[in-house]
């Protein structure tokens, strides 16, 4: 059975650092992967998505990610983090054994130090 | 605007008072699906439907219903609501097939005393 794993509920980092949020899945079949962010008191927004193609994946907000089939994971960056990034990230996962259903990671949250 | 609407936003009730949160969405998206999210357990996918008059269960079906009988409304309905049922829900569409990416509405926080 699919499965995705996000490792770290929480994740802090400073202002202006490195943004780096781990996303591994299983899945025996070529997958898509989305990230999605759901800021406070609202709902999911899609950040970016992994089809077919290019392994490096830009999405909204300065935000990328990379697929590496080897690796299993969809590690989601950003090169500086602003306040205005605070949100909880979810990584999910679909593909035909799932019916194309998402599967999700649990969420991290990503707070941001002045 | 192309969205997926939520109603209520805010709903606390009592135990065994049935209630319905609707869905609707403007994006004739085959596919709708309903989600409850808790603290710790990321998105739990209660019911789905590929396309009007198609239901199916997701992973926590128990104590909820749907029904599709239009394409842009895809209701959830509580028919004795329990304290354990207290959760923020999302509802979801997308088109039936494609990139599979999901557009969410803005959520339902219930609260059931």
């Known amino acids: 059975a699919q499965s995705v794993t996000q490792l770290g509920s929480h994740v802090s980092v400073s202002e202006g650092a490195l943004v780096l949020l781990r996303c591994n899945y299983s899945?025996?079949?070529?997958?898509?992967l989305f990230w999605y962010v759901q800021y406070p008191n609202q709902g999911l927004q899609l950040l970016l998505k992994?089809?077919?193609?290019a392994t490096l994946v830009k999405g909204i907000n300065g935000f990328e990610a990379e697929f590496k089939k080897s690796e299993t994971s969809f590690h989601l960056t950003k090169p500086s983090a602003h306040m205005s990034d605070a949100a909880e990230y979810f990584c999910a996962v679909s593909d035909v054994d799932s019916n194309y259903q998402l599967i999700w990671g649990a969420g991290t949250k990503l707070i941001i130090k002045p | 605007e192309a969205q997926v609407t939520q109603n209520p936003r805010y709903l606390i009730t009592v135990t065994g008072k049935k209630l319905t949160v609707t869905c609707s969405q403007n994006?004739?998206?085959?596919?709708m699906s309903w989600y409850r999210q808790d603290p710790g357990l990321g998105l739990r996918q209660i019911y789905y439907?590929?396309?009007?008059?198609?239901?199916d269960k997701g992973d926590v079906p128990e104590g909820y219903k749907v029904s599709r009988k239009e394409k842009r409304n895809f209701p959830l309905i509580l028919e004795s609501p329990s304290p354990n049922q207290t959760s923020l829900y999302f509802c979801a569409s997308r088109i039936k097939q494609g990139t599979y990416e999901q557009y969410f509405g803005p959520g339902t926080r219930l609260t059931v005393t």
């Open positions: 439907s590929m396309n009007v008059e198609v239901t």
């Open positions: 992994y089809t077919t193609g």
């Open positions: 994006m004739n998206h085959e596919y």
């Open positions: 899945s025996s079949v070529p997958p898509y």
